[in-house]
């Protein structure tokens, strides 16, 4: 499998901003959505931001109006805008490529996420 290499987590106060990159280091799928997940300590995975590849976006209802997903095609890339961070978004956050056409799917290694004081 093509690896997906997440940077940027790391620990900011509450309030505070971060930005998470993923890229593949090649193309993976020739149509596919790009995805942020994230798995706190004790509870299941769960979906945080997707972006299919006409651009069209979902967030799940905690991230609303804080977090932004966008994509470089070019770069095989996805990026997580997350502002006004809560300690509830302390996370593992895991990056995923999935085929629109197959459904297959990649996922990246999670980077950590803690918002604390």
């Known amino acids: 499998q093509v690896p997906l290499v997440e940077s940027g987590g790391g620990l900011v106060q509450p309030g505070g901003s971060l930005r998470l990159s993923c890229a593949a280091s090649t193309s993976i799928f020739s149509i596919y959505t790009m995805g942020w997940y994230r798995q706190a300590p004790g509870k299941q995975r769960e979906l945080v931001a997707t972006i299919t590849s006409g651009g069209s976006s979902k967030y799940a209802d905690s991230v609303k109006g804080r977090f932004t997903i966008s994509r470089d095609n070019n770069k095989n890339t996805v990026y997580l805008q997350m502002s006004s961070l809560k300690p509830e978004d302390t996370a593992v956050y895991y990056c995923?490529?999935?085929?629109?056409?197959?459904?297959?799917?990649?996922w990246g290694q999670g980077t950590q996420v803690t918002v604390s004081s």
């Open positions: 995923s490529f999935k085929s629109e056409i197959t459904t297959q799917s990649v």
